[in-house]
């Protein structure tokens, strides 16, 4: 009953609307039925090789033989419990950021997020604790873009907080330092990063020395990231009143307490939509690694689509790429809109 109300109020509210309604609705089924036909009618779901799609629609066969591939690149198949392992223990972790009783324990909550990471990076790498070693050169797939995107911004956040705060200071030289710094990461392209990152890092190391290419791709993503994240919070200290910097001096706070528990929360949670922007950009911004030989997922399903096995194929490749970015990419947009409506930790 609630439905039908609506769709007479904002649909059919009066002939014009009704009929615009009806136009919109027939383009819209006209366009739909031949992605439908092709996706799903007359897709094929089923089968392990090329020959067994029927040619009529999507072969989807492509997607479900190179799955785990997709999903773990070339990590060692025995070992792959350790991603699923690293990726509970961070996804958990960030979960419990997002509900209630957890975070009136904001204190608990943050620390279980750098402490969920180390212990995703041990399990990954190994190495340690009796884990065989797996380089990173092995790992690929949404593994890495995850590992990328979560790395990335982990170590741009509280590097992002500093800038802001470093831009508003009244220190000529602090300030100087950081509107240089946000102001050259912010007009230089991600995809030079890497390239930066990747080949002219290693110039200037000591002679045999070397740093480990993904380290040093997270290093210039962590880097570009906080420069991004240092203007939004910049946005969000301008909107805080005056007059609470003026109730906590009249509390005794030191500059440091007055930012850290009257300030920042109330800045921080001005700005959830835009550190949410911030991190889905940078999410889809990590398929750019391909460019220094390392496969993310995008990557790996280009890669994939040079197998004659799979030439033709493109189409379904990128359709499904599409529809797993666009997933995860809303689940993170709706988790910023819970944080936004009841607020995390000390942000509410």
């Not at 790992?139 to 800038?163: N, R, S």
Request: hydrophobic share 55%; charged share 15%.
């Amino acid at each position: 009953m609630q439905a039908a109300r609506w769709l007479r109020r904002n649909l059919f509210s009066s002939w014009g609307n009704t009929a615009i309604t009806v136009t919109l609705g027939a383009i819209v089924v006209f366009a739909a039925l031949p992605v439908l036909d092709w996706a799903f009618l007359n897709a094929t779901w089923s089968g392990t090789r090329r020959a067994d799609c029927s040619g009529e629609g999507a072969c989807w066969v492509f997607v479900s033989s190179r799955l785990d591939q997709f999903l773990f690149g070339f990590y060692p198949e025995e070992e792959r419990w350790r991603v699923v392992l690293a990726a509970a223990l961070n996804i958990g972790a960030i979960v419990l950021l997002f509900v209630p009783p957890m975070s009136r324990r904001a204190g608990m909550a943050l620390a279980g997020v750098p402490l969920a990471i180390l212990a995703g990076w041990v399990l990954l790498h190994g190495g340690v604790f009796g884990l065989p070693l797996v380089e990173t050169r092995q790992w690929g797939g949404m593994t890495l873009t995850l590992v990328i995107t979560i790395g990335g911004l982990f170590a741009a956040f509280p590097l992002g907080v500093l800038l802001a705060l470093g831009r508003r200071t009244s220190l000529p030289a602090i300030r100087a330092i950081c509107i240089v710094f946000i102001e050259f990461w912010r007009g230089v392209p991600l995809i030079t990063v890497l390239f930066m990152a990747s080949v002219m890092l290693p110039l200037f190391l000591p002679e045999g020395a070397s740093v480990d290419k993904l380290l040093r791709a997270l290093i210039g993503v962590a880097l570009f990231a906080a420069a991004y994240l240092a203007e939004v919070i910049r946005g969000g200290l301008q909107a805080v009143p005056r007059g609470q910097y003026e109730a906590a001096a009249a509390l005794g706070l030191g500059y440091g307490r007055t930012m850290l528990h009257v300030v920042l929360p109330q800045a921080l949670r001005h700005v959830i939509p835009g550190l949410a922007n911030t991190a889905i950009a940078l999410f889809k911004d990590t398929t750019l690694v391909l460019v220094i030989g390392l496969f993310d997922f995008l990557g790996i399903i280009q890669a994939a689509l040079t197998d004659t096995e799979w030439l033709g194929l493109a189409l379904e490749g990128y359709v499904f790429a599409a529809a797993v970015y666009w997933v995860l990419c809303f689940a993170m947009s709706r988790a910023s809109r819970r944080v936004e409506n009841q607020g995390v930790g000390g942000v509410a």
